[in-house]
């Protein structure tokens, strides 16, 4: 069984930065798709970012040019730095483990950019 634990959510004024980190148990780290998703209040969850074990990334047009999305396979550990946050970007956070036979989500982390 793996679990994921995100973890650097807060409150941060708009403009500002987070680093979002999520570490995984287990040895399949490296072979999986590792991403983020968000899911603000009333919103339906929504992809941020993902990361091939390639090392491929994809990311939500909204967050392109101000998110970036980094693995560390020697920690089993993927972040997401968030920069010139802004109020919309506010929701909770998930972390998304990908193999082709099995999907683990973390328990999510908040985010909430003031104005």
């Known amino acids: 069984q793996v679990q994921l634990v995100e973890s650097g959510g807060g409150l941060v004024q708009a403009g500002g930065s987070l680093r979002l980190s999520c570490a995984a148990s287990?040895?399949?780290?490296?072979?999986?798709?590792m991403g983020w998703y968000r899911q603000a209040p009333g919103k339906q969850r929504e992809l941020v970012a993902t990361m091939t074990s390639a090392g491929t990334t994809n990311y939500a047009s909204s967050v392109k040019g101000r998110f970036t999305i980094s693995r560390d396979n020697a920690k089993n550990t993927v972040y997401l730095q968030m920069n010139t946050l802004k109020p919309e970007d506010s929701a909770v956070y998930l972390c998304?483990?990908?193999?082709?036979?099995?999907?683990?989500w973390g328990q999510g982390t908040q985010v909430t950019v003031s104005s």
């Open positions: 287990g040895s399949i780290f490296r072979l999986a798709v």
């Open positions: 998304r483990l990908q193999l082709p036979l099995n999907d683990y």
